[in-house]
Each structure stands twice: as C-alpha cells, then as structure tokens.
C-alpha cells in the first residue's frame, strides 16, 4: 500500500465550557437539509447533547461509525461529581439508541466535517469556545474507506435483509 498526506482535523471539546445552547446542533441540522438550510431538526444534527440541566451536565456527542449490533456491555462516567449517560461519550450509530440515526429513514448519520466548508460550522457557531477545530497532517497507508452511499446501504440491509434492499432497487429502477 502506498502512503499518502492527510490533512487531519479534530475539534477539541470543553465540556466546561459548554452551557447547552443547542446552536451547534441548529447550524449542523441546516447545514445537512436538503435544500441546504431549508429547516432545522436537532434530530438530523451529526452532533447532539447530552444534556442535565439539573445536575448541570452538558455534553456535546459527535456521530461516529455506524455498528450494525450493539456492544454487550455498557459505561458510566463519574467525571467531578458529574454523572453522565449510560455510553453518554460512545459515538456510534447502534441499534442501541435512537441518537445519530435520520428520523424517518432511520439512516445512520455521521460528522463529516462540512465537508466543502473552510472551518466546521458546530465550532464557527459556538460562541463559548468550547469547541475548538486542530488541524495538522500525517502520512498514512492509502485505504479506500466507504462512503455514505455504502454505509446506508449496510444499515438497510442489516434492517431488513439483502433480499428485501434488492427487490426495492429493482422496483426503483424499473421506474425511471
Ligand atoms: S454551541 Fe457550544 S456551547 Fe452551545 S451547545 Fe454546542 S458546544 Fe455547547
Ligand atoms: S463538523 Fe459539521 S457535520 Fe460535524 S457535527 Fe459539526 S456541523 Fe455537523
């Protein structure tokens, strides 16, 4: 395998700086509609809170991978008295939960970064700093990863069989 520079970006989160305005699942939401900024729905968001207003608990989740099955254990985090939600930090989109999963399709959703924006929108809209975007680069091995198309597909599968996906496409096709 050949290698290749990557530019790498990762948003830093202070959780201490976080009150739980929502503004980053708003922008992320409209940002993602189709047509772009056509409507704003937290669920679509790629990032969510998890959020404790009482016990002052506001945790701002980034969409991950998506899991086909769910792992068999689960986690809890004590952090400065502050209890967090059971898998509170995972990031996967699993059949566990409904959080990172496109209401009406039930579609595993992901952060890709804005793809095509200059800086992520989540970190230019949030005026508490508590997130912050790095970026540096890193050579690695070339590897050909899937892409939304393929990871939407697997999830319908894993929904409702490789058959059932299959018939529906033959349907659609024979319409156009
Ligand atoms: S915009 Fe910033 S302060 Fe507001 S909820 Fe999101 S991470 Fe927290
Ligand atoms: S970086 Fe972009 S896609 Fe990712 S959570 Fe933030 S607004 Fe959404």
């Known amino acids: 395998m050949s ?63 998506y899991a086909g099955a769910e792992c068999m254990g689960r986690d809890k985090y004590v952090i400065d008295g502050r209890e967090y939600d059971e898998c509170g930090f995972c990031r996967a989109s699993c059949p566990s939960r409904k959080l990172f999963k496109e209401p009406d399709s039930g579609l595993p959703l992901k952060c890709d970064m804005c793809e095509g924006e200059e800086e ?23 590897e050909v990863k899937p892409g939304d198309v393929e990871i939407g597909v697997e999830s319908m599968v894993d929904k409702y069989g490789l058959q059932k996906v299959m018939d529906a496409v033959a349907r659609m096709s024979r319409k156009d």
């Open 3 to 65: 290698k290749v520079k990557k530019k790498i970006k990762t948003i830093k989160i202070d959780v201490d700086k976080c009150n739980g305005c929502r503004a980053c699942e708003v922008i992320c939401s409209a940002f993602h509609a189709n047509p772009k900024y056509s409507s704003n729905n937290p669920e679509r968001s790629r990032i969510r809170l998890i959020r404790h207003p009482i016990k002052d608990v506001y945790l701002p989740v980034y969409a991950g991978e």
């Open 120 to 142: 992520p929108l989540c970190v230019k809209w949030c005026i508490n700093d508590a997130l912050v975007c790095e970026e540096r680069e890193e050579e690695e091995e070339e």
